[in-house]
């Protein structure tokens, strides 16, 4: 359990959800909650950049105003994404959801309080487009994939493979755990969580 002293590690309280090799496995998830927000358009658009500007903006508010209240400090998890099917549909119109996992103890009262601070400061863009979120995805297939987005079709494939083998199908949407950031990493070095929840077969 963690003290009062200790800054809450989502990551650490939860790193069985969040191992994963190249090789999928099958993972149990618990519910949790995130700040999301969500959106359409290329991962390349501005409208992706501007939601993901409205997160962090909106996340670190948040984390600051707890710890100067004396309410805790914990550490702001890493970006997460929702896809949709996109199969067919042009880049332009591709429907995603942005995430940010938090801690359960956030309220829409501190979202509230963060907005307008931000509004204040002249950084409200979208903001008021966050939302909490809770994701109840239970079974899911996972893997870590290593390189290029556009290469990640191949890691999925070999979750499909290994979900139709144990009897599974897709049972929501496509998840993405961005470990590192693409602006600061060639492709090839990219790291990314795919997650997809599943369900047995009738």
């Known amino acids: 359990m963690t003290t009062a002293a200790e800054k809450l590690d989502l990551y ?7 191992a994963a ?3 999928p496995t099958m993972v149990e998830i618990k519910p949790a909650v995130y700040l999301g927000i969500e959106g359409r358009g290329g991962p390349d658009g501005e409208a992706f950049s ?3 500007g409205a997160l962090y903006g909106m996340a670190f508010t948040i984390k600051m105003t707890r710890k100067f209240a004396g309410k805790g400090d914990y550490a702001v998890c890493k970006l997460e994404a929702l896809w949709p099917e996109i199969a067919n549909m042009e880049k332009e119109k591709w429907p995603w959801e942005l995430l940010i996992r938090t801690p359960e103890f956030i309220e829409a009262k501190d979202l509230e309080q963060a907005a307008a601070v931000l509004t204040k400061r002249g950084k409200g863009t979208g903001v008021e487009r966050v939302r909490l979120r809770r994701l109840e995805e239970g079974v899911c297939v996972q893997a870590l994939h290593v390189g290029a987005y556009d290469e990640e079709p191949r890691t999925i494939a070999q979750m499909q493979e290994l979900s139709a083998q144990r009897g599974y ?3 929501g949407a496509h998840h993405e755990i961005y470990l590192n950031d693409p602006r600061r990493i060639a492709p090839e070095r990219l790291k990314t969580i795919l997650r997809q929840p599943v369900k047995k077969r009738r």
């Open 50 to 52: 501007e939601a993901i």
């Open 169 to 171: 199908e897709p049972a």
């Open 21 to 23: 090799t190249k090789k």
């Open 12 to 18: 650490k309280e939860h790193k069985k959800e969040y």
